[in-house]
């Protein structure tokens, strides 16, 4: 009996395997449905109900999974081929296939929606590791085909890796709402938390903790590492602190990396020096935006590299290892609304892009050396 039961799921898992491909030609049809920041706040704190949340995850999450899912399609074959790549669209596919199994499960149902939860969580652990993974994907291929790349094939890879990593944050922004308000337990330290969102988030303690992080690690790395230099504006109020409705992890983790960057680059620009130059960070709200502005005096970046800072092939640093509360200012008020892409046309045409010749001279990697010309002379 046991046999012909495995026998059975394999079966099962095959014909589901099989229908993969349409399901994701439909739901990538349907555009996404882009949710402000307001809406996540209004939906956890005054209208939170399980059952509305579940019937709308349940059609959103295929949605947004299929359209990036045709995109990962359309990558160049000897980047789609890559272990790493392969193994990030497996998990894609897993997630997909496990969510369209509530597609007709009764809402009403507690068990339902209570297995619901547990199938979120997961898919969100099965993809904590889809940055890294995706990034050893690209590694193998510059490995492999990084001398016979063009410039078309680069555009179409970062114009990919740009959409991806959006669609990545969102789905797990939906996941992390509907669980954290529904499965999970109010943090006693942060109890203006609604889901994953802060409605008082304090910017200037999300800074302190990224660059103790940061520090930690540079000084178990360099011995030693840069101090912090802050200062705060606050345009609306000068004698109250900086609070905003964010992500307290979304902005940790930039300023984590940015952090990261400024003491490395600090340190290795004065490796001779007996003291280090301070990391300063000017924190300033305005009465619509919130600004964050780090410096450092780690040398600067070439110009003729300028270009080439924000490609996600290019790179300067070693490869790594493999009730009611009042709410702070929403920083981008009602207009902070999700840009999410959508497969259509217009995406297409991009990864069909040729471009033509450069009508400018491209330059060489690296400053000729002229002292080369003069003794040939």
């Excluded at 079966?11 to 994701?24: R, T």
């Amino acid at each position: 009996m046991t046999g012909s039961m495995k026998t059975v799921r394999f079966l099962m898992k095959n014909a589901a395997l099989a229908n993969v491909p349409k399901h994701i030609e439909h739901f990538s049809k349907f555009s996404p449905s882009p949710l402000s920041m307001k809406q996540f706040l209004d939906f956890g704190s005054t209208n939170a109900c399980e059952r509305t949340s579940f019937v709308f995850l349940r059609q959103e999450l295929p949605v947004r999974l299929s359209n990036i899912m045709k995109e990962i399609n359309l990558l160049p074959d000897c980047l789609l081929a890559t272990p790493s790549v392969q193994l990030v669209q497996s998990w894609y596919i897993q997630s997909l296939m496990e969510i369209l199994e509530f597609l007709g499960k009764n809402p009403d149902d507690q068990s339902v929606l209570e297995t619901f939860v547990e199938t979120l969580e997961v898919i969100r652990n099965r993809h904590n590791d889809v940055v890294p993974t995706m990034a050893q994907g690209v590694i193998e291929y510059k490995d492999s085909f990084g001398q016979q790349d063009d410039p078309a094939t680069s555009q179409n890879i970062h114009y990919f890796l740009d959409r991806f990593y959006t669609s990545r944050i969102s789905i797990r922004m939906l996941i992390n709402q509907h669980s954290l308000i529904f499965a999970g337990n109010t943090n006693p330290a942060h109890p203006n938390t609604i889901g994953c969102i802060d409605s008082m988030c304090d910017v200037t303690e999300v800074v302190r903790d990224a660059y103790e992080s940061a520090r930690m690690l540079c000084e178990q790395y360099y011995l030693g590492s840069p101090e912090l230099e802050l200062r705060e504006m606050n345009a609306n109020n000068i004698r109250e602190p900086i609070q905003i409705s964010y992500i307290p992890s979304h902005l940790y983790h930039m300023l984590f990396e940015l952090f990261k960057n400024a003491m490395r680059a600090t340190i290795e620009n004065h490796e001779a020096s007996r003291t280090l130059p301070p990391i300063k960070v000017i924190i300033a709200l305005g009465g619509e935006d919130l600004s964050i502005k780090m410096s450092d005096r780690g040398g600067g970046v070439p110009l003729r590299k300028i270009e080439r800072l924000f490609s996600y092939m290019y790179s300067t640093a070693p490869r790594p290892s493999t009730g009611h509360h009042q709410r702070a200012p929403l920083v981008l008020s009602t207009e902070s609304v999700e840009r999410l892409p959508v497969f259509n046309q217009t995406a297409l045409r991009h990864y069909k892009l040729n471009l033509e010749a450069d009508d400018w001279c491209i330059p060489s990697k690296e400053p000729l050396d002229l002292a080369i010309y003069r003794s040939a002379k």
